[in-house]
Structure formats: C-alpha cells, structure tokens
C-alpha cells in the first residue's frame, strides 16, 4: 500500500506531468553514409527477374506488369538497402541501394569496405553460408544446386574441408551468409577508411 501511495506522489509531480505531456522523441534520420533505396531510372524493364531472385530480403521487391510494361517496386518496409537488385539488373532499371560506397563529409572521404572471417573452430563445412550467398549464387548457379562450385570468381568456396574466402571485395554486406549459419562462424564486418582531403575510389 505504501508503496502505490509513493507512486501516485511521483507521477502526479508537475516535473514529472510535464515532461510526460511534451517530451518528443527524436525523429528517425537516415544516418549521412547511407544511400537510399533502389529507384528507378527510366530504362525499359525486360522481366528478366533477376533482381527478385538475388534479393536476399523476403518481400522487398517485385517485378510487377503495368500498363506501359514491366516494373520493379520496391517495398521499403522489407528492403534492406544491400544493393544487389541494383548489380544484378542487366538493363540499370534501377540505381543506388548500395550502402556506403563513398561519402565525403568535412573535407574528407569516407569508402568502405566488408572483411569476412571464418572461425574454423565453429565452422562444421555445411557450406550454407556460401551456398546461401546471393553474389555466390548469382556468379555460379550450379553452387545454388549442387552445394559447393568449381569457380574461381565466387566471394568463397568449400575447399579441402574449409571455408576458403576467394573474393571479399565482391562482398555486398547484406549479411545473409552470417543468418543462415548454424553455428554463428562466419562474420562480415563493414571497415570504413576515412582519407582527410583524399579522393576515395568507389
Ligand atoms: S536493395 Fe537489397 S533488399 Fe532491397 S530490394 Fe534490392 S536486393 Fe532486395
Ligand atoms: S528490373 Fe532489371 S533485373 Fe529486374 S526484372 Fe527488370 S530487367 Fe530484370
Ligand atoms: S555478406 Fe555474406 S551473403 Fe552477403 S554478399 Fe557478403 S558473403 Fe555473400
């Protein structure tokens, strides 16, 4: 009993009424070194699909039939900005979405960059992670099927009973790799380089 009295005290103090009433939660803002999501740019969609089928995010877009033809839409509420519809589109029906390529602020360019690490002690060589990856996928399509690839281009490969990591730098960041591993082993880590007055390349 005592102890409600001492609430009520406390929630009925001016102080406390007041900011109850009025305090405002900051509005969410888009942080400066992100880009936006995919938009389009005009150019005639030819219902390839390929934008639906290496989207790692479910429901975040589709190649719809208009009037005027086909056309991608983008779902902001599912899309998670990685880009990839963006690379995969043979015809740049679509822009941006890339998170992070380069922005410079206060004189300075900021690139980035993504660093995979495999942990060999967690890792059991299910291979889902490079199966699961959507550039993977995209580069050697046999991987999707028969598990593992006998391409040189993939970002990484089963190879002699480990996660061998080929090409990093095609790493997009979307992180589907870490999601689907069943034992947290692999990581993807986003490194920014800042450079004072630089020019840093896309
Ligand atoms: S940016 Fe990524 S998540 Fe968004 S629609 Fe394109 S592929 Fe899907
Ligand atoms: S937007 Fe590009 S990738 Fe998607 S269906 Fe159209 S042509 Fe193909
Ligand atoms: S984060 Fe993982 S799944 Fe996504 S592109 Fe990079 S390696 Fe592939």
């Not at 639906?52 to 056309?71: D, F, H, N, S, T």
């Not at 495999?118 to 699961?132: A, H, K």
Request: some cysteine.
């Amino acid at each position: 009993m005592r102890s409600i009295v001492y609430y009520v005290r406390e929630f009925l103090r001016p102080e406390w009424l007041r900011k109850f009433v009025s305090v405002k939660t900051a509005p969410l803002k888009t942080p400066s070194y992100s880009k936006g999501y995919p938009s389009l740019t005009g150019r005639e969609c030819t219902a390839c699909f390929s934008c639906m089928m290496i989207c790692p995010a479910p429901g975040a877009i589709a190649v719809l039939q208009r009037k005027e033809g086909w056309e991608p839409e983008i779902y902001p509420g599912h899309c998670i900005r990685c880009g990839l519809c963006v690379e995969a589109c043979p015809e740049d029906v679509l822009t941006s979405g890339r998170i992070l390529d380069v922005t410079r602020r206060d004189n300075t360019a900021f690139a980035s960059s993504y660093h995979l690490e495999v942990d060999d002690s967690l890792c059991m060589r299910c291979g889902n992670c490079c199966v699961s990856c959507p550039v993977n996928r995209q580069i050697d399509p046999q991987l999707a099927g028969s598990g593992t690839s006998a391409s040189d281009e993939v970002i990484m490969r089963v190879e002699g009973g480990r996660v061998r990591i080929l090409h990093p730098e095609k790493c997009t960041g979307c992180k589907t790799c870490e999601t689907h591993c069943p034992n947290r082993a692999i990581r993807v880590a986003r490194l920014v380089e800042g450079v004072q007055g630089g020019e840093a390349e896309a």
